[in-house]
């Protein structure tokens, strides 16, 4: 089974400097990889998604990875952080069966 | 609706009673989907479903877990014999298809006294 690694349960920057989450995953096969975004007391969000079609994948809110294969990695990053980034999130992949297997996630904080 | 709903948003049972939880998919989608969140912890899969059969129910950790979806759009949930264990966050997700994006809900926060 495929699965993925978050480096990192928390992770703190200020306002305005580079935001970099950690996602390493193991899979036999290319892998399908997702970003999730979680806000306080609601639904998981899909920030980005890494179907083969590129390595670099860009996403909501300014945010993107790179799929980097000889590293096994999908690495979320932003340019500048905004306190509105303060959150959890969810690196994922998805099973040939399309059932997804997540992270154990990275909770953002951003300080002013 | 515009997305994906669940209720109850909060449950609150005691140890050895029997649970629902309702899901209510984005309108067309024929796939659903629902996770577990223990505290701390990323989604973990219990279930999925393509139209009313249940495609993959692999991740249900054991027999006191059930999910049914009789019209192919409202999904329930089942839990028998709660136990303390049990408490999480319940997430249902839909999609318009099998591999296509998965809309999460808010998720029904159980917690078994």
């Known amino acids: 089974a495929q699965s993925v690694t978050q480096l990192g349960s928390h992770v703190s920057v200020s306002e305005g400097a580079l935001v970099l989450l950690r996602c390493n995953y193991s899979s036999s096969v290319p892998p399908y990889l997702f970003w999730y975004v979680q806000y306080p007391n609601q639904g998981l969000q899909l920030l980005l998604k890494y179907t083969s079609a590129a390595t670099l994948v860009k996403g909501i809110n300014g945010f993107e990875a790179e799929f980097k294969k000889s590293e096994t990695s999908f690495h979320l990053t932003k340019p500048s952080a905004h306190m509105s980034d303060a959150a959890e999130y969810f690196c994922a992949v998805r099973e040939k069966n399309n059932d997804m297997r997540f992270g154990a996630g990275t909770r953002l904080t951003v300080k002013p | 609706g515009a997305g994906v709903s669940q209720t109850p948003s909060n449950k609150v049972t005691e140890k050895g009673k029997y649970v629902e939880l309702r899901c209510d998919p984005i309108?067309?989608?024929?796939?659903l989907y629902w996770y577990r969140q223990s505290l701390g912890q990323g989604p973990e899969f219990l279930i999925y479903?393509?139209?009313?059969?249940?495609?993959?129910d692999s991740g249900l950790p054991n027999d006191r877990f059930f999910a049914v979806r009789p019209e192919g759009s409202v999904s329930t949930l089942k839990i028998q014999r709660t136990e303390r264990g049990d408490s999480a966050v319940y997430l249902c997700?839909?999609?318009?298809?099998?591999?296509?994006?998965?809309?999460f809900g808010p998720g029904t926060r159980l917690t078994v006294l």
């Open positions: 479903f393509q139209g009313t059969g249940a495609a993959d």
């Open positions: 309108s067309g989608h024929t796939a």
């Open positions: 997700a839909s999609s318009s298809g099998s591999y296509n994006e998965q809309f």
